[in-house]
């Protein structure tokens, strides 16, 4: 995305209030718990649990998503059998959960981290990719269609190496993100109708060592923020990114240790992490000429504890967390210029157990 077209969505976006869903993936039955959440009322009485339960619960982080057009929820879980690891239900803003979707064969593995989509207009179709990756050294992807053909799903193994976390789509749809104790992308040259999948040739940026595994795309597409989970050396990082590595640009004076989650905020003026340490959630002012500014003030009333996952909404005014201490979840409103507002009341119904991911529809 342009320069000039990155400001018109940051003013467009500016000028909305989010009216959507917040969905909590949690590690005991029902395993999900989705709510209607505005930003004049926050939490809404949570929708009805799925009429077939997921087979198991999930703590994997950075995991549960929406696709782009709200018609399909899928999460991963690192407990249910392999083969049926992968959840996909169809979604309505309206009516909730529909039918649970089955998919042929899953990952191979017992441990399986970061989902990611892209909007379907980027490869025609009416189909969303989704990515899961597991320790079994790939990355698997479905492309799920919306509306009638909500139950054509495909998969595919990539075979590719190494345990890739926080898988992310560039914004233009054409590279793929992930972290491998540094950060790599992947050229995504795939089309929608291919029976093989190329993500094309790895390329990864040094960092020296370090768990450098948290990572997101300014909506420009050309710098990239990345965090690292090791509570030995932590840092936040921006680099340059013009379809290749670029220079370091800067390093965040003052972050948390031990990140957990690493978002840009939709206007791309602000970077987001959460982590397992005290005050669990911080927020970075950022340009993407110059890199990391100064912090803004911690949120007044924290988050309840160690936050797995932090999430931002699409008209830029809401970031929320999740957390395993109850009440399991925390949203607050957000302005790009003064910062966190008030945190919105709990929800009345709480999920029911610790929760490492939650996403925005």
Not at 167 to 182: D, E, T, W
Not at 250 to 276: H, I, P, W
Not at 344 to 360: E, K, V
Request: proline letters at 6%; glycine letters at 12%; aromatic letters at 12%.
């Amino acid at each position: 995305m342009d320069p000039i077209s990155t400001q018109l969505l940051a003013a467009s976006q500016k000028e909305q209030q989010y009216d959507g869903c917040l969905a909590v993936t949690h590690s005991s039955s029902p395993y999900i718990t989705v709510y209607p959440f505005t930003r004049a009322s926050g939490f809404g009485t949570k929708y009805s649990n799925p009429s077939t339960l997921p087979d198991s619960g999930t703590v994997q982080h950075n995991s549960v998503i929406f696709t782009t057009d709200g018609t399909v929820i899928a999460w991963p879980s690192n407990t249910a059998s392999i083969g049926a690891n992968l959840f996909f239900y169809s979604w309505s803003k309206a009516t909730g959960f529909g039918a649970r979707i089955t998919q042929s064969t899953g990952p191979a593995s017992d441990t399986i981290y970061g989902s990611v989509t892209t909007k379907p207009s980027e490869f025609g179709g009416g189909y969303h990719y989704i990515l899961f990756a597991g320790s079994d050294g790939s990355i698997w992807r479905y492309h799920v269609a919306s509306g009638a053909s909500i139950n054509q799903v495909n998969t595919k193994n990539t075979g590719v190496g190494g345990l890739t976390l926080n898988l992310r789509f560039s914004n233009a749809g054409n590279y793929v993100l992930g972290g491998i104790g540094n950060p790599r992308f992947y050229p995504w040259t795939d089309g929608w109708v291919a029976t093989t999948v190329n993500l094309g040739t790895a390329s990864e940026s040094s960092q020296g060592s370090g768990s450098w595994n948290m990572n997101d795309w300014h909506p420009s597409d050309t710098v990239v923020a990345i965090g690292s989970t090791s509570s030995s050396l932590s840092g936040l990082r921006a680099l340059n990114f013009a379809g290749g590595w670029g220079t370091v640009i800067n390093n965040a004076t003052s972050f948390m240790a031990s990140l957990t989650g690493l978002r840009f905020s939709a206007s791309g003026k602000t970077v987001f992490t959460s982590s397992t340490n005290s005050p669990y959630l911080e927020a970075h002012a950022f340009d993407q000429t110059t890199g990391f500014g100064s912090k803004f003030s911690n949120p007044s009333t924290l988050p309840p504890g160690p936050s797995y996952t932090v999430a931002v909404s699409k008209t830029n005014d809401l970031v929320g967390v999740s957390s395993t201490t109850s009440p399991y979840v925390a949203v607050y409103p957000w302005n790009d210029s003064t910062g966190f507002g008030v945190k919105y009341s709990d929800p009345g119904s709480l999920p029911s157990n610790g929760s490492r991911s939650l996403a925005f529809m």
